[in-house]
């Protein structure tokens, strides 16, 4: 049975999301689908790849991604079939691939051409998409619906910025928990710190934290914490904390919002 996932900024619950899953089920009936996200924020290829690259290292080879964000196909974004590490991804070459892994890929495949009987299509991912996606799932080849091409369109994701034992990075994504992710990598502060103390800088000098925690209630239930999540990022959240209505968290408490700046500042190494 193939697994085939599904990541679309169309919403959860919508006329498009349940037109996808049925198109899909109606030429890849024993497929199994899995929904990484329908909530990507509209028209946000760097989040879609975000969200698909955190949890792509989870499902074995031979995985399907349909990646249902900026679908048109044009000149300069053509339909792509990428694979990396064994698993497969179906998308406009938007510059999303570029961002779902730091390897080179295994092969690339341009498919613009696959539907030749609708010139233009308003609905390429249930139109294209789903057609390469199943043409996949029953052991077809890829060379058999498109071309190899050697490039993707390049894509620069935000970078960390250093400066003298000073860490800068930025809010990349916040969960449905108000968890703010930045791209702070757990690899960076160590080689940067080098065990020094710290104090992570957020919206003004008087927001800090200066020590890691573990798990969420190493701290004070409505208490600010940082840690490393399951990805090596740094995770800003607030341990089991809602605003009135259910909703917050890191985010509305905190004031964060996403690509705004956090600083780790280490202590100076004069001062050791």
Known sequence: M?????TSDFGEGSLYTAALKGALLSVAPEAHIVDV????????????????RSVSG??????IHVICVQGASTPESPHRLVT????????ADTGVFRLLSDTEPESVFDFSGLNL???SPTFPEREVFILAAAHLARGGRADLIGRPVGELRDAQPRRLSFEEDTIIGHVVFIDDYGNVITNITKDAFSRVGKARSFEIQMRTPRMTIRQLSIHY?????GKELALFNHNGF???AVNNHSAPGGHGGADAMLG????????????SENQL
Do not use: W
């Open 2 to 6: 193939s697994i085939i996932t599904l």
């Open 37 to 52: 996200s329908h909530h990507v924020r509209k028209f946000d290829v760097v989040e879609a790849a975000f969200m698909l």
């Open 58 to 63: 989870e499902f074995p080879r031979g995985t």
């Open 84 to 91: 990396f590490q064994g698993q497969h991804y179906i998308g």
């Open 117 to 119: 009987d609708i010139d």
């Open 217 to 221: 209630h190493d701290v004070a239930i």
């Open 234 to 236: 740094l995770e800003i």
């Open 256 to 267: 964060l919002r996403k690509d705004q700046a956090i600083r780790i500042n280490f202590q």
